[in-house]
């Protein structure tokens, strides 16, 4: 319903919010398709079998923990395998960030490429962050805390604002 109020606040042709809809509807069901596909892969490595195992021994438990256990497991999937790798962005204005040793400027109107999975390998937001841990914080899965904790997108003291 949110979204359907939000899209009646602007001023254009019902054909034109019609067909944005659509559009944004049939990706997110090829996305699902493509994030099960990506999920099924990674557990079906030698280095995850033991997830696999546990996912296995779990399928037939029917409680909220194996519920809560079987979404963990498909964010850690998700973060270590994205299916999106990157995001491109427009700096709305001029800002600087610290990268390290290093201040990055971008200038209003600057392409910038906001990797998704660097900042889902970050070792500052994701303690070992190659191991599949399905007791991290859920709060951590927002695109918002990802993109923001990567070495190659601006710092968590950077607002996503700043982008376009």
């Known amino acids: ?15 034109a919010m019609v ?7 049939t990706s997110s069901v090829v996305n699902q398709g493509q994030a ?8 079906l490595y030698p280095k995850y079998a033991e997830h696999k195992q ?3 021994s779990m399928a037939h438990v029917v409680s909220a923990e194996t519920d809560r256990a ?4 498909h964010l850690e999937a998700q973060r ?11 700096a709305k204005k001029t800002f ?6 290093k201040a990055i400027k971008f200038n209003a109107g600057d392409m910038v490429f906001v990797s998704v999975l660097a900042g889902n390998m970050n070792p500052r937001q994701y303690h070992d962050p190659e191991k599949i841990d399905i007791n991290r914080d859920e709060n951590k899965y927002r695109l918002s805390v990802m993109l923001c ?11 996503l604002s700043q982008f376009s």
């Open 1 to 15: 319903m949110e979204l359907y109020r939000r899209i009646l606040k602007y001023d254009r042709p019902m054909d």
């Open 19 to 25: 067909s944005s809809c659509l559009g944004l509807i």
């Open 36 to 43: 099960c596909a990506q999920n099924l892969n990674l557990y």
């Open 54 to 56: 546990k996912m296995e």
């Open 70 to 73: 079987f979404l963990m497991y």
């Open 80 to 90: 270590l395998v994205p299916q999106v790798p990157g995001i491109p962005r427009v």
């Open 96 to 101: 600087e960030f610290q990268d390290g040793e």
């Open 149 to 159: 904790t990567t070495a190659s997108v601006p710092s968590s003291s950077t607002s």
